[in-house]
């Protein structure tokens, strides 16, 4: 809790340093939409979703967006494919603030392994709940709580389409993109934790 309070203050010294005295309504202009991953999810793969923010106002917002270990949003589902883990959030995990240009998103990939062990292939319905931290140039940051459901559609996959994935991901550990070269860390952890069943 203490850890959190310091990011806070920060993040409002940070924004204090600016001039501009508008404010907004966070609920109102800021979007938030998750979708299942790009690539193909496997049952003994890693199994993807992309976290859309999007900055539907006139001036420029940051946003405290916690990853890869998610303090501020939480994924859950009645689905009988797959068993909810336990939490494994970081209370003195830190996170700068990102800056979304008016109008522009910002996108991340979070991978549902983290919060759940799929165990049979299928269409799987998911709740998301998301606690952001919302600031305009010269305002303080306000809660910004979001709620929302999605599909993803779970596949067995074969050895060669898991290995792929692996080839994948150990590529993008050698990329110059820092948010690549997390996301890479991420998924081979659930990838190299699948293989040593």
């Given amino acids: 809790m203490k850890n959190l309070l310091i990011i806070i203050i920060l993040f409002i010294n940070a924004q204090c340093a600016s001039q501009n005295t508008t404010k907004m309504n966070n609920n109102n202009n800021i979007g938030v939409n998750i979708t299942q991953g790009q690539g193909k999810n496997l049952l003994n793969g890693v199994v993807s979703?992309?976290?859309?923010?999007?900055?539907n106002s006139s001036q420029d917002v940051s946003i405290l967006l916690f990853y890869p270990n998610p303090n501020d949003l939480s994924f859950t589902s009645p689905s009988s494919l797959v068993k909810i883990k336990d939490k494994q959030w970081n209370d003195s995990e830190r996170s700068a603030p990102i800056?979304?240009?008016?109008g522009k998103s910002y996108h991340v990939t979070y991978f549902l392994n983290r919060y759940f062990e799929f165990l049979k292939e299928g269409e799987i319905n998911v709740h998301y709940n998301?606690?952001?931290f919302v600031a305009t140039e010269g305002g303080s940051p306000k809660s910004s709580a979001h709620h929302g459901v999605f599909n993803i559609k779970v596949d067995k996959g074969s050895k060669e389409e898991i290995q792929q994935q692996i080839l994948y991901?150990?590529?993008n550990l050698k990329s110059e993109d820092f948010s690549l070269k997390k996301e890479a860390e991420e998924a081979l952890l659930y990838l190299v934790a699948v293989s040593e069943k």
């Fill in 49 to 55: 979703s992309i976290l859309t923010v999007t900055n």
């Fill in 130 to 132: 998301l606690d952001l």
């Fill in 169 to 171: 991901y150990q590529n």
């Fill in 99 to 102: 800056k979304i240009a008016a």
